[in-house]
T-cell receptor, first 112, second 114 residues
Framework: DAGVTQSPTHLIKTRGQHVTLRCSPISGHKSVSWYQQVLGQGPQFIFQ???????GRGNFPDRFSARQFPNYSSELNVNALLLGDSALYLC???????????FGSGTRLTVV | AQSVTQLDSHVSVSEGTPVLLRCNYSSSYSPSLFWYVQHPNKGLQLLLKYTSAATLVKGINGFEAEFKKSETSFHLTKPSAHMSDAAEYFCVVSERNYGQNFVFGPGTRLSVLP
């Protein structure tokens, strides 16, 4: 079975640009969450979606947005990129809240 | 509010010796607790989880952790370290009141010396 897949794996953007990151959950998983992992730190929660509805939002500015599609895949969008947005962005999916998350390998975003 | 403290940013052990990675948590209600491992340039892999069943939890690759409510601790142990265990380890807490979203600790880097 395919795990959580994220695309692209690496990305370089310029300050002020916009970026879209994509995630496909494990088949049958309806919950998708996004995390930001800055180098040397633990991941920080950004968003959670379940059945296409936002169920949680972390302490991130409005430049960050996300959505979940009918097939449960998800996009994370970041506008007006800052140097500090450089990080590994992790997507995770789970069947329901009684299970742990399965994480993808992440998208490494570098803002220059 | 939830929070996680990992008491050691770096732990170094010799191959074949025991591993102890310490984790303390803060939670208002009955939490779920997890340990994840991250190898260099890889995603996060679930080692084990505690969700209010047995307090001693066995995970993959010989790891186990014990939930101690009185001490608000969830330390990770392994009897004998292997070179392949060298990685970053994250303790995680989640609560129903916070949508079961994960709060990660800062991580402990485990080095295994030959």
């Amino acid at each position: 079975d395919a795990g959580v897949t994220q695309s692209p794996t690496h990305l370089i953007k310029t300050r002020g640009q916009h970026v879209t990151l994509r995630c496909s959950p494990i088949s049958g998983h309806k919950s998708v969450s996004w995390y930001q992992q800055v180098l040397g730190q633990g991941p920080q929660f950004i968003f959670q979606y379940y059945e296409k509805e936002e169920r949680g939002r972390g302490n991130f500015p409005d430049r960050f947005s996300a959505r979940q599609f009918p097939n449960y895949s998800s996009e994370l969008n970041v506008n007006a990129l800052l140097l500090g947005d450089s990080a590994l962005y992790l997507c995770a999916s789970r069947q329901d809240t009684s299970y742990g998350y399965t994480f993808g390998s992440g998208t490494r975003l570098t803002v220059v | 509010a939830q929070s996680v403290t990992q008491l050691d940013s770096h732990v170094s052990v010799s191959e074949g010796t025991p591993v102890l990675l310490r984790c303390n948590y803060s939670s208002s209600y009955s939490p779920s607790l997890f340990w994840y491992v991250q190898h260099p340039n890889k995603g996060l892999q679930l080692l084990l989880k505690y969700t209010s069943a047995a307090t001693l939890v066995k995970g993959i690759n010989g790891f186990e952790a014990e939930f101690k409510k009185s001490e608000t601790s969830f330390h990770l142990t392994k009897p004998s370290a292997h070179m392949s265990d060298a990685a970053e380890y994250f303790c995680v807490v989640s609560e129903r009141n916070y949508g079961q979203n994960f709060v990660f600790g800062p991580g402990t880097r485990l080095s295994v010396l030959p």
